[in-house]
């Protein structure tokens, strides 16, 4: 799940988030970590304009700061860049931040990428926001060489290149996943080719199969025959009965009706979830994740 608190956009903050802070993502993170959550999520935005601080909010917490946070009160959930903006920084200093916090977590790190949209943003820090898309591309290759294994990675490509520079501690695990988000047909492109998980974004379940089809057919054609993680974003989620207007999208139920719900998407091709749950409290988000570890999730792996 994509943490609360970290990032409130109003497409998705419930009210209770403006007030919370460092004690709610704790507890939020530890609730994660007992039931059985794969992953948390946190977002990038380097600084929100004006012109978007409406929907957007300025409240978008570090994902490296976050996450490195929540690694050390937890034992067992993996940490999710969703989605780091990668473009804006040089992928030497990325690969710093990110393999320390794969070290010290234990090897519990994937590192989400995506383009980025805020023009602002790129032209603030020096960044290429017209040409994001290849800069991109060549970032996860610059990646892929600084998270290896070798304490001294090289890398030459067309803006950026580096050897000689040892990095350590190295990250924990021999090859940290890149999963690339976004549902364009670059993003789809960028992850069948570079990526090891793909996260769609705000694709509706009719889209999924003929993107899911197009993403496999691109790395079929590329002759890439590692498997890949295909992810998918569900409706936002209430189990049990609220008893309150949860929105007419929320799908709410028993255990069993959101578990069936729920499987279709495995049928799709769709190998992991992200979900998401409507709240009015810190109490209620932790009590409806822990009802969802128990109840819900037991019926959805084969």
């Not at 290149?161 to 976004?182: K, M, S, Y």
Request: aromatic residues 6%; charged residues 25%; proline residues 7%.
């Amino acid at each position: 799940m994509q943490l609360p608190v970290q990032s409130q956009s109003t497409i998705y903050a419930e009210a209770w988030e403006a007030d919370a802070g460092p004690e709610d993502l704790a507890e939020i993170a530890r609730a994660a970590d007992r039931a059985g959550f794969a992953y948390l999520a946190s977002c990038d935005h380097v600084g929100v304009p004006r012109r978007l601080a409406g929907p957007m909010s300025t409240i978008w917490y570090d994902p490296v700061a976050t996450l490195s946070f929540l690694a050390g009160i937890t034992d067992r959930v993996l940490l999710m860049s969703h989605v780091a903006v990668v473009g804006l920084r040089h992928p030497l200093v990325t690969a710093k931040q990110y393999a320390t916090l794969d070290h010290l977590s234990g090897g519990r790190l994937i590192l989400g990428v995506g383009a980025g949209h805020v023009r602002e943003e790129f032209e603030a820090v020096g960044a290429d926001f017209e040409r994001r898309g290849p800069v991109l591309d060549e970032t996860i290759d610059a990646l892929r060489a600084a998270l290896g294994p070798e304490e001294y990675p090289s890398f030459r490509g067309e803006r950026f290149a580096f050897e000689g520079l040892g990095q350590r501690p190295r990250p924990a695990q021999r090859r940290v996943p890149i999963w690339v988000g976004g549902s364009s047909p670059a993003a789809v492109r960028r992850a069948a080719l570079r990526g090891d998980g793909w996260l769609p974004q705000g694709d509706p379940r009719s889209a999924l199969p003929s993107q899911i089809a197009k993403l496999k057919a691109l790395r079929e054609q590329a002759g890439i025959v590692d498997p890949i993680t295909v992810g998918a974003i569900t409706e936002v989620l209430y189990v049990g009965d609220p008893g309150w207007d949860t929105g007419r999208r929320a799908l709410t139920g028993k255990p069993e009706v959101l578990a069936e719900s729920l499987r279709a998407y495995r049928a799709m091709g769709v190998d992991q979830i992200q979900v998401r749950f409507r709240s009015r409290s810190r109490a209620e988000l932790v009590e409806q994740m822990g009802v969802f570890g128990a109840e819900v999730a037991p019926h959805l792996n084969d």
